[in-house]
């Protein structure tokens, strides 16, 4: 309910196709953000895609559990890819009426999204957004991996977000036929009847095996 409004956005749709958008995993707590951390101010935060938020979280969080810091990476060939398909913050701003600003043009864009944790750690390793729809995370995962075998980079943060921001997606999914009445995803089973839309927030460290 925090996301919006179900009945409301499923009024007209007949039982059978609202069923099908009912269901999803959604993450608490995303509107979150320790901007202090990161320097940004909050006039900017405000304005930015909860991916990003998590994004830059998550990955820091990631290479500090891979015994990495901040002082030793500055100026490394450390690579970011990162698996994004999302814009529905911009939904979200607009209809909030939200004033425009150069913060609201950076806010949602997927191309700053993986730019933000380099720019903050001084990282001189590609900066890659890579938007497949749903293979996206595993692309970038195999991107990664190409460019330390070919010393692109010495260190790859690989990441995946997916946040259900706004319910024109899960409504045209649900209208289409490709999600779950039973809100479940049950591959190659004989339940399967649609896959099902959740949250999510993954990074993972990358490093040549000396």
Known sequence: AVRWNHDAVAAGLS???????RQGGFLNGEELFDNDAFHISPVEAAAMD???????ERGYSALYEAGLRRSALE????????????TEFAQVLATAGAAASAYTATGSSLA???GRLSYVLGLHGPSVSCDTACSAS????????????????????????????????????????????RGRSHTFDVRADGYARADACA???MQPVP
């Open 15 to 21: 039982p059978h196709v609202e069923r099908r958008m």
């Open 50 to 56: 909860p991916q990003h938020r998590m994004l830059a």
């Open 75 to 86: 100026g490394t060939l450390t690579g970011v890819f990162l698996g994004i398909a999302s």
């Open 112 to 114: 700053i999204a993986s």
């Open 138 to 181: 595993l692309v970038s995962c195999h991107a990664a991996r190409r460019a330390l075998q070919i010393k692109e980079c010495t260190i790859c943060l690989v990441s995946g977000v997916m946040l259900m921001l706004a319910p024109a997606a899960s409504r045209n999914l649900a209208l289409a036929g490709m999600t779950s009445e």
């Open 203 to 205: 990074s993972l460290v």
